[in-house]
């Protein structure tokens, strides 16, 4: 078989698993301007105080991290046990009935079934970590950035996608998104359970236990090559999480966006990522000559546009930052990761990177609670909050090692 025959094969093998990690990112895109809209004036809330709103609002935002903390540990964990596959069928099954769980609500007018979706979808968002383990099994480490920037590729086109299309079917009826969601999540499901993507082996045996997280998280301890990517992921990921929360509700409250010009302010940021996943990634990595260099220059550019972001700018202003932001970002996410699943062997790889989407999660859920102090602070001081702490994410990251590592194309 030539190299052309050879690619063709295995991007149509790898195919479900790239767009199971589209339609986990392309959902939780999708639900950022539908919650900022619905809880902001829907007419599910009409009947709360502004303040309450906001509580609710914090709420829908929070309860989401809360589920992915136990699951992006727990599913992690679960697919170095029963296998790649299986775990993200797990997933696409279980994101299936989330949205058909807030779909309902929306029907029926009870906003408890929203929450228990918003939580369920949280459970069984752990594709992206997931895949990222699939890929990165077969590949030597000098190769695993490259690895990771594929998923991230994919991962970022649902991010232009999701918001986009959730704000502008949002615009329309806020319940067509979350049918949307649900169709997509069915389908990926059927396509997962004939897909060859990966070796599909068992790693180890499987033990459930509630105290699961808390043992996973409790292993970093033991796991020292793991602490330094671990812990400048964390405070990198809070401080860009807290620049997407609020960058959204200052667009609607202070420039005016409606639901439709959210989603295509969430597609800008997902623009960002996808330009720097396709090219920009590519090129300062080549040009820098090693995964810490480049870290420590998507950090440093990062945070320096977040605190940006809190200047009063124009509308375009702000557009643009948005782009350069997200840009940056996987200047550091890509190589960060790439860390992390570099500092175990390949049967932690799946907890590895479940801890890295912990992290995330954890990042999340502090910044949707921060969102209940908009009543009190403004939006702004918290951009600079964001920016501040993605800085800060520096002085783990000079601790990386400083070993040049090629990393050419992953074909």
């Known amino acids: 078989m030539d190299v052309t025959g050879l690619q063709s094969t295995r991007l149509r093998a790898r195919a479900p698993l790239f767009l199971a990690v589209f339609i986990d990112i392309f959902s939780f895109g999708l639900m950022y301007p539908l919650i900022v809209a619905l809880f902001d004036g829907g007419a599910i809330t ?45 997933c696409m099954g279980g994101l299936a009935l989330s949205y058909a769980l807030m ?14 979706g918003r939580l369920l979808s949280g459970l069984m ?79 180890r045996t499987l ?21 330094v990517p671990a812990a400048s992921f964390l ?3 809070l401080g860009f999480l807290i620049y997407y929360t609020f960058i959204l509700v200052e667009m609607q409250r202070s420039y005016g ?20 996943s396709a090219i920009g990634f590519k090129w300062a990595r080549a040009r820098l000559g090693s995964d810490r260099a480049t870290a420590l220059l998507g950090l440093a550019l990062c945070g320096l ?48 990177l479940g801890i890295a989407n912990a992290s995330v999660a954890l990042s999340v859920f502090l910044a949707g609670l921060l969102t209940s102090l908009l009543a009190v602070l403004p939006a702004d001081l918290f951009l600079a909050l964001g920016g501040v702490l993605v800085l800060t994410a520096l002085l783990p990251g000079l601790k990386l090692a400083r070993a040049p590592v090629p990393a050419p194309e992953l074909r």
């Open 235 to 237: 405070l990198f990921q």
């Open 46 to 90: 009409a009947g709360y105080s502004p303040a309450m709103r906001d509580a609710l609002l914090s709420l829908a935002f929070s309860l989401f991290p809360v589920g992915m903390f136990f699951g992006a540990a727990l599913l992690g964990d679960l697919s170095d046990a029963l296998g790649r596959r299986r775990t993200l069928m797990i």
């Open 305 to 352: 546009f977040l605190i940006v972001s809190a200047a009063p700018l124009p509308a375009w202003g702000q557009v643009t930052v948005a782009f350069l932001s997200t840009a940056s970002n996987i200047l550091a996410y890509v190589t960060l990761l790439a860390a992390i699943s570099s500092a175990v062997d390949e049967t932690e790889r799946g907890w590895a």
């Open 125 to 203: 968002a752990g594709t992206a970590p997931i895949a990222q383990a699939a890929m990165v099994d077969s590949v030597p480490e000098e190769r695993r950035s490259a690895a990771v920037a594929q998923v991230v590729l994919a991962n970022t086109l649902g991010m232009v996608a999701g918001p986009a299309l959730g704000g502008l079917l949002g615009h329309l009826d806020f319940r067509l998104p979350l049918a949307l969601a649900l169709v997509l999540c069915v389908a990926t499901l059927v396509l997962l359970r004939g897909a060859r993507f990966a070796h599909d082996e068992a790693r």
């Open 207 to 227: 033990a459930l236990d509630w105290r699961q997280p808390f043992l996973l998280l409790a292993r970093i301890g033991q796991r020292r090559a793991i602490r």
């Open 103 to 116: 779909w309902a609500s929306l029907e029926i007018g009870h906003l408890w079934l929203f929450f228990l």
């Open 257 to 276: 966006f409606s639901t439709g010009g959210l989603g295509l302010f969430s597609m800008v940021l997902g623009l960002g990522c996808a330009f720097s």
